[in-house]
């Protein structure tokens, strides 16, 4: 759960997602799944990034946005998500289109709803799990707030059964 204002969550998405994504996802290991937990009662950009965020994402560039949102959390405006549409060569009426609909907000609003049952009360929180037999998900456990790349790389080498390298 991630709130793209959040200071803690950008060095996240700037240090240490880069090593996980490299070592885990990308060579098919772990999935990952991105939930929005926008703290709009001090970021008030929060909620329109994260929207930006899944418009993006309904063009497959989700990913993309995440990415420039979180190297530019002071420029948040709508002015600079425009501009930041028009970086990943989004279709611009689509995207508009997004962001004046309700669609986005109601998928980032039951992401937060979702983590507050959760018991998410910050950002970041990171859940790790295992997708069981029936497609549920077992949480194994739980990290939040700022940690070191090695506290996750344990934390999914435990999940998925690799003994951590010695250090």
């Not at 991630?2 to 240090?15: E, H, K, L, M, W």
């Not at 998928?107 to 009360?121: E, H, I, Q």
């Not at 949480?139 to 999914?156: N, T, Y």
């Amino acid at each position: 759960y991630s709130d793209f204002v959040c200071p803690f969550c950008g060095r996240f998405a700037q240090d240490t997602w880069p090593t996980l994504d490299a070592k885990y996802v990308q060579s098919g290991k772990v999935q990952v799944a991105f939930r929005h937990f926008p703290l709009e009662a001090i970021h008030k950009s929060a909620l329109n990034a994260a929207e930006a965020a899944e418009c993006a994402g309904q063009q497959g560039q989700f990913w993309r946005m995440h990415d420039l949102l979180f190297a530019n959390q002071q420029q948040l405006a709508s002015s600079d998500l425009a501009r930041y549409a028009g970086q990943i060569h989004l279709k611009r009426q689509a995207f508009d289109s997004c962001l004046s609909a309700t669609t986005a907000t109601a998928k980032v609003r039951a992401d937060a709803a979702t983590g507050s049952a959760l018991g998410v009360t910050g950002t970041p929180t990171f859940f790790i799990g295992a997708v069981q037999q029936d497609g549920k998900v077992k949480v194994l456990g739980r990290l939040s707030g700022a940690r070191p790349v090695g506290d996750f790389e344990a934390a999914v080498d435990k999940a998925i059964g690799l003994s951590a390298a010695p250090r």
